[in-house]
């Protein structure tokens, strides 16, 4: 069976205000992204090249994937997702075909965009095999040709995320590849309170719910333990009745008790 089959293609439908907070990242993404898509000619006039890929780094659950998800919404691009440890996991023996395959797939159906997520996990065994060349030098070589060769037109976009950017192949991050490094970090309070506000946007809550107290209670916390609470807290008030109209504080109270904060603390951001 043809390996990209399995790449499905999609125009996502998430809009920037299903995320919250990361203005800086949305202001970013959309220069990179969405400008030279709707104003190729302005490009041209001033001569200047769009820039290249784009690669988002920070700790799990902060977005990453929805903000790739959102700019190829916003920009009316086709998307293509591909996790870094399948090309090696689904498509045994066939890896590097499946990146050609994927950046023909991109092309035919261009404008389009191509996310890596876990870009990183092609690099580990990079070069270790002693002799020969080995399975993930051979994805990663082909890698650079694709990527080099799509980087000269506008109309296919890559995105890579990564929790772990000291492990990316410094190949990839040399200059005119993913040389725009947008680190997606964790909520502060207001995003919080805004990530709160979003994921509670088709669930009807008591007016003792306050967003701000929610925020200020789960410092440490990101976005994706945010949407786990609340889906906790709508259990809860389930669980004490299938007739509950709202969901209290209390069930939100309980909630927070139940999820941990993600551990990012450790995380080292890229100087
Ligand atoms: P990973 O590195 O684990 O892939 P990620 O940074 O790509 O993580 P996402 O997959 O985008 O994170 O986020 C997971 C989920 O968490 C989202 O689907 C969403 O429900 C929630 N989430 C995370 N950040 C936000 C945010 N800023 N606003 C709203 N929801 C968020």
Redesign the pocket.
Known sequence: PSAMREVTLEVPKVNWE?????KEVKNQLLEAVVWPQKHRDAFTRIGTDPPTAVL?F????????????AVASEAGLNFLAVKGPELFSKWVGESEKAVRSLFDKARANAPAIIFF??IDSLAITRGKDGDGVSVSDRVMAQLLVQLDGVLKRVDVIVIA???RPDKIDPALLRQGRFDRLLY?GP?NEI?RE??FS??LRKTPYDSDVSMKELAQLTDGY???????ICRQAALAALEESFDASVVTMKHFKMAIKQVQPSEFQSYQKLS
Not at 18 to 22: A, K, T
């Open positions: 299903d995320i919250g907070g990361q988002m920070g700790p799990p659950g902060c977005s990453k994937t929805l903000m790739a998800r997520d876990e995320a990564t929790n997606v909520p995003d805004e990530i979003i994921h990101t976005g994706a333990d945010i949407a786990h």
